[in-house]
């Protein structure tokens, strides 16, 4: 699909106008905790002409055929980048937590690690996390790192999504 960039992009925003857009498609999550799953997801990311794009996700888990099984993880908030290339986030999850994001957008490839963790009472236990996101033949690559439940940082979840 054509991509475009809207005319009234914020400057500081260029670093990551790539990432507009929405995307779809499935990934893969593993865990020592859990079982290992596959799943399906939709990303959105917006901009209103303001130095910050809206970022938005959903998930559910699929089964071996990619058929739904149940709905999954949601996750909203704001990539807010500078123009020499370093980002901020902000980020909430439907579980309980609440990020904050530092990182660095490099072409099209953006990395993130979390700087600060809040989480409800009734969250799991979560201390930090590491993401990269690229775009790779087109298609929207990310991987997420993660150190919870008493394990060091290590891969949690990745998947390739296409722009719609």
């Not at 970022?55 to 704001?78: C, H, L, P, Q």
């Not at 990269?132 to 060091?152: I, K, S, T």
Request: charged content about 20%; aromatic content about 12%; glycine content about 10%.
């Amino acid at each position: 699909m054509a991509f475009e960039l809207p005319d009234n992009l914020h400057p500081e925003c260029a670093p990551v106008a790539w990432l507009l857009g929405t995307w779809r498609g499935n990934g893969h999550g593993d865990y020592p905790t859990i079982e290992p799953f596959q799943f399906g997801q939709e990303v959105i990311f917006t901009h209103d002409g303001r130095p910050f794009f809206h970022y938005m996700s959903r998930a559910w888990i699929v089964d071996a055929e990619g058929n739904k099984v149940r709905d999954a993880a949601i996750e909203t908030g704001f990539f807010r980048p500078k123009a020499d290339g370093t980002l901020e986030v902000v980020m909430t999850h439907n579980t309980g937590f609440v990020e904050i994001w530092y990182g660095q957008a490099e072409g099209a490839k953006v990395e993130i690690a979390t700087d600060a963790v809040a989480r409800t009472q009734t969250a799991k236990e979560y201390v930090g996390g590491h993401r990269l996101y690229g775009l790779v033949e087109g298609d929207l690559l990310w991987a997420y790192d993660m150190a919870a439940m008493g394990q060091d940082l290590q891969p949690h979840l990745w998947g390739r999504l296409v722009r719609q």
